[in-house]
């Protein structure tokens, strides 16, 4: 019987954070623009739900890392654009190095480092 597989929503899981950091470290957003950011930037191979978007959001504005402002729009419903906080900005400083270590660990033991003979 085949063990547990890992699967894309998981991933995503965990990375969606890192994402949304990201994409805001670039200028401030809306929901709908974060989650379009980051489909865009990944080709497509992840699109957040609002079921992982919002709630990832939301944490990081409780933590202090992002800030949140309701503005009006001649178009439409009211939108909360978000924004990095100072904090905000040191935490994906750090998330970034840790992302990069961890996926350089992971791909020396997926693809081999070549020193083990």
Known sequence: MPGPRL???????????????????????????????????????????EGSLYPSLHRLEQDGDLTAT??????????????????????LETSLAQWTSFARSVERVALGDGSNG
């Open 7 to 49: 699967r894309g929503s998981q991933l995503m899981k965990g990375t969606t954070p890192l994402l949304v950091l990201t994409v805001i470290g670039d200028g401030e957003l809306y929901g709908y623009e974060i989650a379009r950011q980051i489909r865009d930037r990944s080709g497509g191979a992840f699109a957040p739900s």
């Open 70 to 91: 309701w503005r009006g729009n001649e178009r439409g419903p009211r939108r909360r654009y978000y924004r990095l906080t100072p904090k905000g900005h040191g935490l």
